[in-house]
């Protein structure tokens, strides 16, 4: 993570499905990549771009009884950015996990609103979007 010198501007994140990847972006400025858990086969990670639709420090999975520190919400049936054991490899229901010290500094960063895009394969900006390539 390294935001030094980077100007204000807006917070894009992008998840590498194929690299397992996140990538957070400020401004068009890459200030933050890290390893992430995604889910399986049968509770993949879904394709797509997803608004941060709610952020909570300390959450419980309602569906797994698991706890999701630094939560923030992607869709409506639980698929969220959580703070996760990446070390242990595990694979998630569907959501993509952070190891925690990253995924603090990632919840301190966004808002609810922010986009985050999932896809597989490489992403490029073209004006003021992203698109795959």
Known sequence: WDDSDVPAGPIVI????????ISIFRGGYEIGAAAVLLGTDDHPTPLGV???????????SNLYDAEMP?????TND?????????????????????PEPFAAKVFAST???????????????????????
Do not use: N, W
């Open 14 to 21: 992008t998840v590498d499905l194929d690299a397992r990847v």
């Open 78 to 98: 639980g698929v969220a950015l959580h703070a996760s054991q990446v070390e242990l490899g595990y694979a998630s229901h569907g959501c993509i996990g952070m």
């Open 70 to 74: 630094y939560m923030q919400r992607l």
């Open 111 to 133: 808002k609810v609103g922010d986009r985050v895009f999932i896809t597989r394969g490489k992403m490029v900006k073209t004006g003021d979007s992203l698109i795959e390539s």
């Open 50 to 60: 997803f608004p941060i639709m709610q952020k909570k420090r300390h959450h419980v």
